[in-house]
């Protein structure tokens, strides 16, 4: 047999000219401008003080157009500085950490499974292998109404439910940041599927007697994404509310949306939705900048709506029996696929090196021009970000993004170990998996997070955070107690 060929793509030899290039097309104008100021630089040194003054002399500077230019330049600067968007800071937040009594091991969600669907064996054994592949671990929580069987969805649990999660959050924000309920401006409370009058919003303004003029907004209907439209919501609004603050509570409640038909699309929520909640605080006042954990650098929204397939992809519907429960559809992945090529079109141009940029264009002009069938270039995005939080949708979710982007183990670790420790916590999802990086240590000033989530409709979010100094990793918070565990291996399949 002839000799293989080198494995060229790991050649050392290549991989310091990749670098090489990036260096060279990212520090382009500071590799052109320094040898002109040197030049310049020598030529100054080699001229003597007196022809230096007479070539000042020479250029006849008229007092009047001195002033006059100096005014404009002054001017300009002034409508620029006044023009520039604020700076809108994450002060901080807090993650609600379950109960151990909520906790829901793989026998005890079973056994619940096989007696409220005792007439349905197949339905208990597809969830059985939804859990088995579904990436969540053993200490994952459901709200206590879910815990009866059957399960007991009233009103009064739901809000029962939605006070534990959304209260403990917040009193652990208020008292991580120093802040009076009464100081906090805007709310934004966001839950897709829990709407009860009066709102969410109402009801953690008549819990800590927030005042009279606040701007609140409730969020419902919007999905997993949510966490990160009621992000842009704050931001959008703390441009022009100057010197003020935003609280941002994220959640989802899991009591009045337990389905207990039999249809398997409605069946899979139940295997992966867990308790979360999340409180951020978000800031344009400058006494906050330094205190401040990160920066807000980019919002991107991408909503896929008009396409009538990707709007009902994971649809809130009756079965034929009349029990209401939220289908998710076989085309999930590929819509989410599509939506995710969208945004990164669209967060491409704003985060990525002109390297990565140049090599996209010149692999798109040589497919339009010489081989539509040439490979796309994928963009490394592993040059513009140190950390990847993307949403602990699911299993699938995860590895498709993985391989999507080419991204490593360690890369999608705050996701796996978040999907495994809390679940699938909906639009708090984020918040957890930025809790385990600040946990692991890893988060150090000027680190770029991306943030990515996926919500019914069909929306693909993404936000960009620039960490704006040294954080230690916290004594509290959700993984405080279990975080020296983490990370764990999690087989393809767990038997149950």
């Not at 999905?223 to 022009?240: H, K, M, N, T, Y």
């Not at 896929?304 to 990707?310: H, L, M, P, T, V």
């Not at 140190?386 to 183990?409: M, P, T, Y």
Request: one cysteine or more; a positive charge.
């Amino acid at each position: 047999m002839p000799p293989t060929l080198p494995d060229f793509s790991s050649s050392v030899k290549l991989k310091y000219v990749k670098l090489g290039y990036q260096y060279l097309v990212n520090h382009f104008l500071t590799l052109v401008l320094i040898p002109i100021m040197v030049t310049v630089l020598l030529e100054l040194l080699r001229l003597g003080p007196d022809e230096i003054v007479n070539s000042i002399k020479s250029l006849h500077i008229d007092l009047v157009h001195a002033i006059s230019s100096l005014f404009f330049v002054l001017f300009i600067s002034t409508v620029y500085f006044m023009s520039k968007p604020r700076s809108v800071f994450l002060v901080d937040y807090a993650c609600f950490k379950p109960p151990v009594t909520c906790r829901v091991p793989f026998a005890t969600f079973m056994e619940h499974s096989r007696l409220i669907l005792a007439s349905e064996p197949k339905s208990v054994e597809f969830q059985m292998r939804i859990l088995e592949r579904s990436g969540l671990g053993e200490e994952t929580c459901l709200p206590p109404a879910i815990h009866y069987i059957p399960p007991t969805p009233t009103m009064e649990a739901a809000r029962g439910e939605a006070e534990l999660v959304i209260f403990s959050a917040m009193d652990s924000l208020l008292k991580k940041t120093g802040l009076k309920p009464k100081d906090v401006d805007i709310l934004i409370v966001n839950c897709s599927l829990f709407s009860p009058t009066p709102s969410l919003s109402a009801m953690v303004i008549n819990r800590y007697k927030m005042r009279s003029n606040i701007k609140s907004f409730n969020l419902s209907g919007m999905g997993c994404s949510a966490g990160l439209i009621s992000i842009d919501l704050a931001r959008d609004l703390l441009q022009v509310h100057p010197n003020s603050n935003a609280v941002v509570v994220s959640t989802e409640i899991i009591t009045p949306n337990y389905y207990s038909g039999n249809q398997r699309a409605m069946l899979l929520p139940n295997c992966l939705f867990r308790m979360g909640s999340a409180a951020i605080l978000l800031s344009n006042k400058r006494s906050d900048r330094y205190r401040a954990k990160y920066k807000l650098v980019h919002v991107v929204r991408t909503h896929r709506g008009a396409d009538d397939r990707s709007y009902r992809c994971v649809f809130e519907e009756e079965d034929p029996q009349g029990k209401v429960g939220i289908s998710l559809s076989k085309d999930l992945m590929v819509i989410a696929g599509e939506a995710l090529k969208s945004n990164i079109t669209t967060i491409g141009p704003l985060v990525l090196p002109a390297s990565e940029q140049l090599l996209f264009l010149l692999t798109l002009i040589g497919r339009k021009i010489f081989n539509p069938k040439w490979k796309p270039y994928i963009p490394d995005f592993k040059q513009a970000f140190e950390h990847f939080c993307i949403h602990a949708g699911g299993r699938a979710v995860i590895d498709e993004l993985q391989k999507n982007l080419q991204l490593s183990a360690e890369h999608v670790e705050a996701s796996r170990m978040s999907l495994h420790r809390f679940g699938n916590t909906s639009s708090s999802s984020l918040w957890y998996e930025l809790s385990y990086l600040e946990a692991k240590g890893r988060m150090k000033k000027g680190d770029r997070v991306w943030q990515i989530a996926f919500g019914s409709g069909f929306k693909c979010n993404s936000a960009v955070w620039k960490c704006n100094r040294r954080i230690k990793p916290p004594t509290d918070g959700p993984w405080s107690d279990c975080i020296d565990r983490y990370p764990v291996h999690i087989p393809e399949v767990v038997k149950i």
